[in-house]
């Protein structure tokens, strides 16, 4: 919220001495002072509000004229309370209202309507004045600039995080400055870097909007600066988006730029578009149709608040839309031209570890790239950069970066990286707030630790058997017990005393919850009905932690009224510094939670830094009244892990060295310096991770072990079909705890980060298969099997022998087996197979075979063919009986011998020691192609028919028979007797 701006010393002196005599003269005749203040937030403060702050109270300049000068926050309408005897901080309730004025230059409205600034802008230095005259009294704006204030640079539209320069001008001597976040009620000192002759110039970038104020002697002056919260982006596909989008991409989303917005692109013409408005809109985020501003039509533009049009451009051409904003009217304008900034490819923040891309736009020269990690001090930036005019740069940052880019024309453009920490492996609880337990059910307690507070300001405590109302709390065990039928006390009641008994009969007002603490009896937890929008409910503080540690920050949160409802709890928590800065990345908004869903866990994480006080508050979101009745508990602090990348290695063939990598941009940051790196490879066998030793060369060019600045380590590559070789790598300023955390040995008490875990494996290394045995080209005959054939492979991830397909006689390849006849028998062993078996068809087989590799590893190997050709062979048929048996004498009886197939004639064999029989006759046929065997028996014959005249790999078919003589019977020689 804007400080009120502070006039010359010698006016506040004149003003003191006027209000001192003023004092006087009440005092003396005991009339009651009239006191005037403005409500509405014109000057920053809460919106329409009947509880003025200081800074919205008029000062007495005279006997007849109060004035309130302060920067101009917003074009939001107010009014002006009157009131005897107000003071900051009380309720005047609304029948406070002034009225019955004129309205002067500078004012517009009228007595009891809403007021408005006219001619005065965000940004402006204002006084309105109060003139009496009588019983008349005027009330009019004047414009006002002070002998020593401060100038801001940008002075509107400040976006979180973006960086604002703030002077102290009329200075004539050494500035000393200070800053306040809770409307000036409280005032640190500033701890950043001030330049300038006198020190009147710091550069902040707060992340809430924040009072400066700067002293030089007795002169003070002070400053806000408004985080604006508004988006606003086009829709429409007029610059080459989706069409009617309410989910805007990046570059349809304005940039902040000094007084105004700007969205600039390479127009496509004939496009209507609208422009949208929303209360922190993000890229990517669904803006509603709803979201849709008016705008008042500028240059190059025409239409009306819906479909508008940009006149005077060409397809193709750059345009700028230029969206200003002037007591509550918006004017767009479209200028020719681009502009030079940093886009990013991922909307911001980003999570720890993403690939973030930078892109520094429009531009025809060469760019130099800077980043730092406070806006102030810079460093050339040293990663990989691309692109025609080295405009794309591909950072990995740990922790919020700016990075700047400086082009040859001079132009610079700066964009702020916030990151959310990604936390990894093990956790050390620093803070574990779970409230406690109770007596009863019903029992209730106030916040008394000295490390919490309640904001009493505003929050009174409800003892039990009392409502809860509107600005009320209490530790309880359940907020069933806080209110029932219909409310007993009256409006604006904001004493304890006056709170009514919980009735005994009617509808309970709120939820039947029971804490989150595991296992607790009674537990007990924090309930706030909350009051005013925006205002501080709660604060602990947590001491002695350590320095340098990445922190989760989370608690549980439930909606404390009844089942039924459906209106959300809104609440923001927030943590604060040593120094009562707020660290942006912890912030944690809690604002769609139901009563219906329970309870939910909100968790974020953030850097430590140097703070060993951290401060945890809890802040109103919503409105007063209905719901808004907030349950919080089990808020811890834990040290987590940041995770680190490490870059698997270049995969190699098994067997050959490979270098892993930890990915180091930033780690300076982390780290304050190159840290300690503990390598380690897990154990399959034990379940734990072993430490590899430390690299005896010390040279911070060899990775053979951990050691000091080792961001790599050579690994022989090994192939384990399942184990595979797993690493990760532990980093520290201090070995011993790299080392302690590498063996599960906590807690300890300084920053570590640890990567990510990444398997090693290695490539096929080449796969060889060769001819064990056999002849891969072979000849044979229809029925006859060939000769076994076998293979042999090898390799770190072959496991035998594999058949690929086949073709017969040339034709189409045949995948689903072997040719019928055929079988593959596996060695795993051996890594080989074994082809054999009988085909059964005539013709030319290519069957080829592979090696066999791990199932889901991709590994060449070699083809190698078996060819396969099936003759026809020769055919022996006989008939009659080749083997006979008959006396001698005997007629044989006819056998004949039919030759065919590929045979074109045969040959007779008898045994070795045996001629041909006399008796027998053996005729051959060549036109029949048959050989007959006929005559009589005389001797036994042991004979072998072959056929001759085949192909050379075909054996002769052969029929054997045996003819055997039996000898005849001689007569009995007959003797009688005589």
């Given amino acids: 919220m804007n400080k009120m701006v502070q006039k010359s010393c010698t006016s506040s002196l004149l003003r003191a001495w006027l209000l001192c005599c003023l004092c006087c003269i009440v005092s003396i005749s005991a009339q009651a002072a009239t006191v005037f203040a403005i409500t509405g937030g014109p000057n920053g403060t809460p919106s329409w509000s009947t509880t003025p702050s200081s800074s919205s109270i008029f000062s007495q300049a005279s006997s007849t004229r109060y004035e309130l000068c302060f920067t101009v926050a917003n074009s939001e309408k107010f009014k002006i309370l009157k009131k005897d005897n107000g003071t900051a901080g009380n309720d005047w309730g609304w029948g406070a209202e002034f009225s019955g004025f004129s309205t002067g230059s500078g004012i517009s409205g009228s007595s009891g309507s809403d007021l408005g600034l006219n001619g005065f802008s965000t940004g402006q230095d204002v006084c309105i004045v109060i003139t009496q005259n009588g019983s008349s009294y005027t009330v009019a704006a004047e414009a006002y600039t002070p002998a020593f204030y401060i100038e801001a640079n940008p002075s509107a539209n400040i976006q979180l995080g973006q960086t604002v320069t703030l002077t102290a001008q009329g200075a004539d001597r050494n500035c000393t400055w200070e800053y306040s976040e809770d409307e000036g009620n409280t005032w640190y000192t500033y701890t950043g870097t001030s330049s300038g002759t006198y ?40 610059n080459g988006t989706s069409e009617w989008s309410t989910t805007p991409e990046a570059e349809s989303v304005f940039m902040p730029a000094g007084d105004h917005y700007e969205c600039c692109f390479t127009y496509t013409a004939n496009k209507k578009f609208k422009v949208l408005g929303k209360d922190g809109g993000a890229a990517g985020e669904d803006w509603g149709w709803g979201a849709a501003i008016n705008v008042t039509n500028g240059t190059s533009i025409s239409g009306g608040t ?232 709660y604060e602990y503080t947590a001491t002695d932690l350590c320095k340098n540690m990445y922190m989760t920050f989370s608690a549980w949160f439930a909606n404390a009224a009844v089942a039924s409802s459906t209106t959300p709890i809104n609440t923001r928590f927030r943590v604060l510094d040593q120094n009562n800065q707020e660290i942006l990345t912890a912030r944690l908004d809690v604002n769609n939670i139901k009563a219906s869903d329970g309870w939910k866990q909100g968790s974020t994480a953030f850097f430590s830094g140097e703070n060993t006080t951290l401060t945890v508050q809890i802040i109103n979101n919503g409105s007063a009244g209905f719901g808004n009745d907030i349950l919080i508990d089990d808020i811890q602090f834990k040290s987590c892990v940041p995770l680190l990348s490490i870059k698997p290695a270049l995969e190699v063939e098994c067997g050959e060295s490979t270098t ?83 063996q599960d040995i906590f807690p300890v008490c300084l920053n570590y980060a640890i990567t990510q875990i990444i398997d090693v494996d290695c490539g096929c290394s080449p796969q060889t298969m060769v001819l064990a045995s056999g002849n891969a080209t072979q000849n044979t005959c229809l029925g006859t099997a060939i000769q076994p054939v076998t293979y042999k492979a090898d390799g770190h991830k072959t496991t035998g022998i594999q058949f690929i397909d086949y073709t017969f006689n ?73 083997t006979q048996s008959d006396c001698v004498g005997q007629p044989l009886q006819e056998v004949t011998f039919t030759y065919g197939g590929t045979a074109t004639g045969v040959t007779l064999n008898v045994t070795a020691a045996q001629a041909l029989a006399k008796g027998y006759t053996f005729t051959t046929d060549a036109d029949a192609q048959t050989i007959t065997a006929t005559g009589t028996f005389t001797e036994t014959l042991s004979y072998t028919i072959s056929t001759t005249g085949q192909d050379a790999v075909c054996a002769p078919a052969t029929q054997s028979g045996t003819f055997t003589a039996v000898p005849n019977p001689v007569a009995p020689n007959i003797t009688f007797p005589e």
């Fill in 199 to 238: 020190n009147n110039t710091i550069t902040v970038s707060p992340s809430v909007s924040t009072k400066y104020r700067a002293t030089a002697g007795t002169q003070v002056a002070t400053k806000e600066v408004v985080i604006s919260s508004m988006s606003f982006a086009i829709t429409g596909g007029v």
């Fill in 306 to 537: 819906g479909d508008l049009s940009i006149t005077g451009f060409n397809d193709g051409d750059g345009v700028c839309l230029i969206l200003t904003e002037q007591n509550g009217t918006y004017t767009l304008s479209a200028e020719a031209g681009s502009r030079f900034i940093i886009l990013p490819n991922l909307p911001n923040p980003i999570q720890q570890g993403d690939d973030l891309k930078l892109t520094a736009t429009e531009t025809t020269t060469a760019c130099t790239w800077e980043y730092s990690y406070d806006g102030v001090t810079w460093q050339p930036y040293g990663g990989t950069i691309s692109g025609t005019f080295n405009e794309v740069i591909a950072p990995t940052p740990f922790v919020p970066t700016y990075y700047k880019v400086t082009n040859t024309e001079g132009k610079v453009a700066q964009y702020k990286v916030d990151v959310k920490i990604k936390c990894e492996g093990q956790t050390q609880t620093h803070l574990d707030l779970t409230f406690g337990t109770l007596g009863s059910a019903t029992a209730r307690r106030q916040v008394d630790n000295v490390k919490e507070k309640i904001n009493t300001n505003v929050y009174d405590f409800s003892p039990s058997g009392k409502e809860i109302h509107d600005g009320f709390y209490a530790i309880l065990a359940n907020p069933l017990y806080g209110g029932r039928g219909d409310k007993t006390t009256p409006d604006g009641c904001i004493q304890s005393a006056c709170l009514g008994s919980v009735r005994t009969s009617g509808d309970y007002w709120y939820n039947n919850i029971t804490d989150h603490t595991p296992d607790d009896v009674n537990g007990g937890m924090l309930m706030a009905n909350c009051k005013n929008k925006g205002e501080l409910i």
């Fill in 660 to 742: 892993i990598t930890v990915e180091t941009e930033g780690i300076d940051q982390i780290f304050d310096g190159a840290p300690y790196y503990l390598w380690q490879r897990y154990n399959y066998q034990t379940g734990k991770w072993d430490t590899i030793a430390d690299d005896p060369n010390p040279s911070n060019t060899s990775y053979h072990g951990s050691g000091w600045d080792k961001i790599s380590y050579i690994f022989a590559t090994e192939y384990h079909p399942v184990e595979k070789p797993r690493f990760r790598v532990i980093m520290s300023s201090d070995p011993s705890v790299a080392k302690n955390v590498g």
């Fill in 810 to 882: 040339d034709g189409e390849p045949v995948t689903t087996g072997l040719p019928e006849g055929l079988t593959l028998t596996h060695n795993a062993g051996q890594k080989s197979g074994t082809i054999s078996g009988t085909p059964t068809a005539i013709g030319d087989y290519k069957i080829r075979f592979t090696a066999k590799g791990i199932e889901g590893e991709v590994c060449e190997a070699p083809i190698l063919t078996l060819a396969i050709s099936v003759k026809e062979g020769p055919t022996l048929t006989v008939t009659g009986h080749a």
